[in-house]
């Protein structure tokens, strides 16, 4: 996937340099591909999607259909779904159909509940969220000028000087008009010095940002059948008796020659509880056994003949979490556009540097479509800049 092209000589190497390959420097970038802008993209991983992750898990292995990051969005995010609807990305509904479990505690019996309906259900892309990588991708190849793409290409250092900015780090230097960095705040504030130094106020306000569900770990149970549709039940429990919480159906229908997908996944406890930090650090093995074991007490034996198992703890990825994110928030974190705002008031970058990301967005932030709104929000700053229509 990786492309190194390097856009034609001008007094710098590019129009616009972008910190970050997930969804938020994937829109910007097409978005200013697509309005004839030259555009490098920078990411640390050796993929692209950033916190959005799906592999192939057994016996669907071949593929990638399990995520492992985000999954959902809903009908009520009008970005995201414009996004989605332009690259023609088939979408289908969360399965909820059946009675629930409800578990006070490992001791306690399961007991089933009839959940209260929504007007407002989850969607889910056929394919995973790699669905959307992928066609952000092929977007970005197929604009005027493609999208110059560096993977394992962690940017170090940021200086600005009269009319460009420079960027260093590993493996990398360029050149530029302007840059977008869409990477999370906090990772931001530890990872890359800026020169001249941003302002103590935009400072603090990375080191203050939150990284939404960083403190995530998601563990997914595949099987060769739905076994708990068959019992009549929708694959949605509650639970307090660790290590999973929230569980929820995760298979995916058949598609693109592939066959359908059975899963059952679940979030884990945070590491605020004993139980929690012990099972995130206990070996591999010894949490599949735990998860399986609790599944088969809220969904019956067949729970236990699980085809295949993956887990993804998102407090031991340095890329997307600070320090303090392993603790989540006691509500949803009051995101808005203040950081873009503090750093436009810096007048030594004037407007050479632009935010993105999830957490960055007045809308929808934290989410996907947040990402999505703050990537389309930074290429209309710089488009605006340049006399471009938009």
């Not at 977008?180 to 935009?202: G, K």
Request: charged letters at 20%; one cysteine or more.
């Amino acid at each position: 996937m990786t492309d190194l092209r390097i856009v034609p000589p001008k007094p710098f190497d590019t129009d616009v340099a972008i910190v970050g390959g997930g969804l938020a420097g994937l829109t910007a970038a097409c978005r200013l591909a697509a309005s004839g802008q030259g555009v490098t993209l920078f990411e640390a991983r050796s993929r692209l999607g950033g916190r959005m992750l799906t592999t192939g898990v057994m016996p669907v292995a071949e593929r990638p259909w399990v995520d492992l990051g985000p999954a959902w969005f809903w009908p009520h995010q009008a970005h995201i779904r414009a996004l989605v609807a332009q690259l023609a990305l088939p979408v289908f509904e969360q399965h909820r159909d059946g009675l629930a479990r409800y578990e006070a505690g490992a001791g306690s019996p399961p007991e089933s509940f009839d959940p209260p309906g929504s007007a407002d259900p989850s969607l889910r892309l056929v394919g995973g969220m790699a669905a959307l990588t992928r066609a952000l991708y092929a977007a970005s190849q197929a604009a005027p000028t493609p999208v110059a793409m560096h993977l394992e290409a962690a940017v170090r250092a940021i200086t600005v000087h009269d009319d460009y900015v420079v960027l260093n780090g590993d493996g990398v230097h360029c050149t530029a008009a302007r840059v977008i960095v869409a990477a999370p705040p906090r990772v931001v504030a530890r990872e890359i010095t800026f020169a001249p130094p941003l302002s103590d106020t935009v400072v603090d306000m990375l080191r203050g940002t939150v990284t939404w569900m960083g403190h995530a770990m998601k563990c997914v149970a595949t099987y060769d059948r739905p076994f708990w549709r068959d019992d009549g039940r929708s694959g949605y429990a509650v639970s307090w008796g660790e290590p999973l919480q929230e569980i929820h159906d995760a298979c995916m229908p058949p598609h693109d020659g592939m066959p359908a997908g059975y899963a059952l996944m679940g979030f884990v406890a945070p590491r605020t509880s004993a139980a929690a930090r012990a099972f995130r650090d206990a070996s591999a093995e010894a949490r599949r056994a735990t998860v399986l074991a609790q599944l088969a007490r809220l969904f019956g034996p067949d729970a236990l003949s699980a085809t295949g198992y993956a887990e993804y703890d998102w407090t031991r990825d340095a890329l997307t979490c600070g320090p303090n994110d392993d603790v989540p928030p006691t509500a949803h974190p009051d995101y808005d556009d203040t950081l873009c705002d503090g750093v436009r008031a810096d007048d030594p970058w004037n407007g050479r540097l632009v935010w993105a990301g999830a957490e960055t967005s007045a809308v929808s932030g934290g989410y996907l479509d947040g990402a999505v709104a703050s990537g389309w929000r930074a290429a209309t700053a710089i488009l605006r800049a340049l006399g471009i229509p938009t």
